[in-house]
């Protein structure tokens, strides 16, 4: 819909409440946002010393304000659920690489539990220049509704709106021109689609505003169904508008300190990125060809770890598609990994024939729904891609939960009675096409896979008796989420990467692969725990203080491998160290920064405990996550699997058959998988059955009544 046709929507203004905005002191507001859709209620509440303390900012904000507006039966679709989004005390500086980043935080409708999702785009930086820490919203909506922050005047207003365009790229724009009074610039929306209507895992798309193409662009806060909570709660849209962007609007203690660091660290990033990945060039998809070369691509539902056609999907393929331009997703990103796809002419679908801009792919969402599905076509990418983006759908669990459909499919778990005609074999893309629009519409077998893999299962075992086993072990979900897409058969500290991460098995808590599988740095229990414990509560940090992890550590100093602990790449935890000293005046060495991610991170567990999770049995992962499942996998790398067995003394494989070995392996595997939990756990100071311990939250300082009540149940 354009502006110019913007005299045949409707909207009616609910409620408005006034506010003075004020300078950001330390990088905080110290007040966040609270509305209640239910009763358009308002309210700005205050930031205590001690919620700084404990919870720094971000998803720790987030955390808090949920864990006090729910109870612990609290339900995805229940109105007291609240979609909570904060960016972070360091978040917003554009002289400082990365900036821009928000969280977002809901009861999950995957996993019914805590979900957590970072995301980048102009959004939560404004959100916290107009004048908050942190936005709750609760309740929902009679009719459609938009929440509109004008951070220029000082004015929230919720609005009820009527026939406002369904899907995002529609939707963006005409948001942008409604709200902007002549700049777009100065706009950012909060927007799903039809997807995250009607199914469960929709995902929310956070705009920024491209000067150069002149369009709104998009990134995703996609994992966990926020998107879907979003659209249950009638919410349209939410607008932010600032218009006033200095550099020094955080009113660090230190400027010339936090200038100093952001400096070194952005001409660093220029300096190496060109001669190492190309990320402000290809993205993330120069990953593509790394992980087809270590064998830690999924292909066909996570089965194989390589494919020859996997070059069709890597980085000199799509370095030709790419339009040419900056492409940060927030002001001075040196490292500009946000590309776009220009004139891209859609060939299904309700937009068919139009030419549309397409924000990626990244490597997630080839690897998901490209490899994974066994298609090797790089528009086929594109095109999914801007679908998922539109309707608003995250890609990771549309590609894994579409690649277990379709090796359920090819091993007659389901027929085409189930999938309403729909052959659905890897490799075929119209399919997929068809699935995709028909999850925005509700509709046919696409419904059904809107639903998410845990309850797929449940739905086939019971409407065609699918075997129960087979699924379990091929269905690549843990606690309701689907995997993201990296192979870790041969890595057991990152099958504890995903099987321990609270959320469920996403790689932004650890990243161990390489650590492990190909480097060998970690060969004892005691050694994958000390990773496990480490690299968690170091990537929980960015969520914190609205920063973004890719900087970290896809840009390596030229020195780094001199360096006692090159993993870490200390040189620049340690500026993430100085950058926040200047900031807030509290001066923080790398250890503090690690203990103020333990305790969101324990508060994070004893709140999905609260929700009935967070136990030891919730850590389990599919089998498929540690071995060969099938005959077909284990041949095709028999002579691995075979020397693992003679090697390890676990089974002479000689004479046997495949079946034997395999279940000899599973046993193995799975053993090993528990001994690490239980040094993991260990290492974290939780129980046996994964619950931190009394002591621990003390020590912590998250010793609230609430929470000793309830861990003392369980020690
Ligand atoms: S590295 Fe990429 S995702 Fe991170 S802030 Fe820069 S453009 Fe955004």
Redesign the pocket.
């Known amino acids: 819909m354009s502006i110019e046709s913007s005299e045949k929507i409707h909207k009616k203004e609910l409620k408005r409440f006034h506010y003075k905005v004020r300078p950001i002191e330390r990088g905080y507001n110290d007040r966040t946002l609270y509305i209640n859709l239910s009763n358009n209620e308002i309210l700005s509440k205050p930031v205590t010393d001690q919620m700084k303390k404990l919870f720094i900012g971000g998803r720790g904000f987030d955390l808090w304000l949920l864990w006090n507006a729910i109870g612990e039966k609290t339900k995805w679709d229940d109105p007291e659920n609240e979609i909570c989004i904060a960016c972070g005390p360091l978040g917003g500086n554009p002289l400082y690489?990365?900036?821009?980043?928000s969280i977002v935080v809901a009861i999950s409708p995957l996993t019914q539990s805590v979900m957590d999702s970072n995301v980048?785009g102009y959004f939560g930086p404004y959100l916290k220049f107009a004048g908050w820490d942190a936005l709750e919203i609760q309740g929902k909506a009679e009719d459609d509704a938009v929440i509109f922050i004008d951070g220029d005047e000082g004015v929230v207003t919720i609005e009820s709106v009527e026939r406002f365009p369904d899907n995002t790229h529609l939707l963006g724009e005409f948001l942008g021109k409604y709200y902007c009074e002549g700049n777009l610039k100065t706009i950012s929306t909060v927007t799903a689609g039809l997807g995250a209507e009607n199914t469960l895992m929709g995902c929310l798309n956070f705009s920024f505003y491209d000067t150069v193409r002149k369009t709104f662009r998009y990134?995703q806060a996609g994992r966990g169904g926020t998107g879907t909570v979003f659209r249950d709660k009638n919410i349209k849209a939410i607008v932010v508008k600032f218009s006033n962007i200095t550099t020094d609007i955080n009113n660090p203690a230190d400027l010339d300190r936090a200038k100093k660091v952001g400096r070194e660290y952005i001409k660093e990033i220029k300096e190496l990125d060109p001669k190492q990945n190309e990320?402000y060039r290809v993205?993330t998809s120069y990953i593509v060809t790394i992980m087809n070369e270590f064998d830690l691509l999924p292909v066909k539902n996570f089965k194989f770890g390589n494919h020859p056609e996997a070059e069709n999907l890597g980085k000199e393929v799509y370095r030709k598609k790419f339009h040419k331009g900056y492409?940060?997703?927030?002001i001075g990103?040196?490292?500009?990994?946000?590309h776009t796809v220009k004139n891209f002419t859609l060939e299904t679908g309700p937009y068919k024939g139009e030419s549309v801009w397409v924000d990626g792919p990244e490597y997630e969402t080839i690897a998901g729904c490209g490899s994974n599905l066994g298609i090797f076509d790089p528009d086929f990418l594109i095109e999914l891609n801007f679908y998922c983006d539109t309707y608003a759908l995250d890609t990771i669990s549309f590609g894994t939960a579409l690649a277990f459909v379709m090796e359920c499919y090819e091993l007659g778990l389901i027929d085409k009675k189930a999938t309403g005609g729909l052959d659905l074999h890897f490799e075929n893309k119209k399919a997929a096409l068809e699935i995709i629009h028909q999850m925005a519409k509700g509709e046919g077998f696409g419904a059904i896979v809107g639903q998410g893999i845990k309850r797929m299962k449940d739905i086939f075992k019971k409407e065609y008796g699918s075997d129960t086993g087979t699924m379990q072990d091929i269905g690549m979900e843990s606690k309701g989420l689907e995997f993201s897409e990296y192979i870790t058969k041969e890595s057991l500290a990152q099958q504890g990467g995903y099987g321990l991460a609270l959320k469920g098995p996403q790689h932004d808590e650890a990243w161990l692969i390489f650590l492990d599988m190909v480097h060998n740095l970690m060969p004892t229990f005691e050694q994958k725990a000390e990773s496990l414990f480490w690299f968690p509560m170091w990537r929980t940090w960015f969520g914190l203080n609205g920063l973004?992890?890719?900087?970290w550590n896809?840009v390596i100093p030229e020195d780094n491998s001199e360096t006692p602990e090159p993993a870490k790449i200390m040189k620049h935890v340690q500026w993430y160290a100085e950058y926040f000293s200047a900031v807030t005046g509290e001066d923080a060495e790398p250890d503090d920064l690690i203990k103020m991610s333990e305790r969101v991170y324990n508060f994070q567990r004893v709140f999905n405990l609260r929700q009935g999770f967070g136990k030891r049995k919730h850590d389990d992962i599919p089998y498929r996550a540690m071995g060969p499942v099938t005959i077909e996998e284990y041949k095709s790398r028999k002579d691995r699997y075979d020397k693992q067995l003679k090697e390890l003394g676990i089974l002479d494989p000689e004479g046997k058959s495949t079946e034997e070995k395999i279940k000899a392996l599973r046993k193995y595997r799975e053993s090993q998988y528990e001994k690490l939990k239980d040094a993991v756990y260990k290492r974290r100071s939780w129980t046996p059955n994964g619950i931190p311990t009394i002591e621990k939250v003390k020590e912590l300082g998250i010793d609230f009544p609430e929470v000793i009540e309830l861990i003392s149940k369980h020690q």
């Open positions: 690489p990365g900036s821009g980043k980048g990134k990320i993205g492409d940060g997703c927030w990103c040196p490292l500009a990994c946000a973004c992890k890719i900087i896809d």
